[in-house]
């Protein structure tokens, strides 16, 4: 490969992290405006729809997915701790690189396809389960470790449930939409025929 | 796939994206029915409540205002959305009974509860 096509590939790439990232926040700004009564902490909720992004970012982009994600968290991470301390920016790359973990697994367990053909259903609920999974557990044991959270069950069960609920809730969104519009097209394509 | 840790080749992006898209929209819901499929599902359920088989040839010649070629089109689709299966007869394998899905059963109890609803209302 050239120095040339790497300098070409630099805008995408932060086009990618930037898009990814931005994705995040508004998932999340929306998350927090949709569902503030299901907040059990900052950054705990049992309906967590940024969640789905972290899977799809790192099925979709690899490592400048989770490269996005980790710039997404830190970003929203800033108006909380305005000095962006050492445990948030702990705690963004734990969640940036748990769905990286999470696919990781996934794809080697379920012998998915580099270019993902022929990704079904059922193989995206194992990923956003272990999505799920891996970024509660690797979380949480952080924060037990550092001592942040009193017991490691308590932050467990709502951020598992939370991202799996918030994934799927996401998924089924996007489901619907490319429905409609495949419809809409259809409808579209009759008409004009 | 993260097996790479090189730049992502963007062509291979795009492949990833138009495949992901495929699985989001195969998420299981209710299948979309067009209104053949309705009017079949309909007229089938109303014999399975009453404890009556269903066969495919019967049904083929069931529907005065549907052609069986039709019917036997829709019979093909409902069975790809789940929401009929074909059981072959015991002693006649060649016989093909028509019978309901799980899905179809949860259908037509999600239909009830809309009309209890709408009742309600």
């Known amino acids: 490969m050239t120095n040339g096509s790497h300098a070409n590939r630099f805008p995408n790439s932060l086009y990618s992290v930037a898009g990814i990232a931005l994705v995040y926040w508004l998932l999340y700004q929306l998350n927090d405006w949709l569902f503030t009564n299901f907040e059990v902490s900052r950054s705990i909720s049992w309906i967590f729809l940024p969640a789905a992004i972290r899977v799809i970012a790192v099925l979709l982009l690899d490592w400048e997915g989770v490269a996005g994600l980790l710039f997404g968290s830190i970003v929203m991470a800033f108006p909380w701790h305005g000095d962006a301390s050492v445990n948030s920016c702990i705690v963004s790359v734990l969640s940036s690189l748990s769905p990286m973990l999470a696919v990781t697994s996934g794809a080697y367990l379920m012998k998915t396809k580099a270019d993902l053909h022929g990704l079904g259903a059922k193989q995206l609920f194992v990923f956003a389960l272990l999505g799920a999974l891996f970024n509660s557990v690797i979380q949480n044991t952080y924060f037990q470790l550092s001592g942040t959270a009193k017991s490691w069950l308590t932050g467990l069960v709502p951020m598992f449930v939370g991202d799996f609920i918030g994934t799927l809730i996401v998924l089924y969104c996007a489901s619907m939409l490319i429905r409609f519009s495949l419809r809409r097209d259809a409808r579209q394509s009759s008409l004009s025929s | ?121």
């Open chain 2, 1 to 121: 796939m993260p097996k790479k840790a090189t730049s992502p080749n963007y062509s291979q992006t795009y492949i990833k994206f138009i495949n992901l898209a495929q699985a989001i929209r195969e998420l299981p819901t209710f299948p979309s029915l067009d209104g053949a499929e309705q009017q079949l599902l309909n007229a089938f359920a109303v014999l399975w409540n009453q404890k009556k088989s269903v066969r495919v040839l019967e049904a083929m010649q069931m529907f005065p205002d549907i052609s069986a070629s039709t019917v036997h089109r829709r019979l093909v689709t409902l069975r790809k959305k789940g929401m009929i299966s074909l059981e072959a007869d015991e002693e006649n394998q060649r016989v093909k009974y028509i019978a309901p899905t799980p899905l179809a059963h949860k259908y037509f109890a999600k239909l009830g509860e809309c009309l209890n609803k709408a009742i309600a209302t």
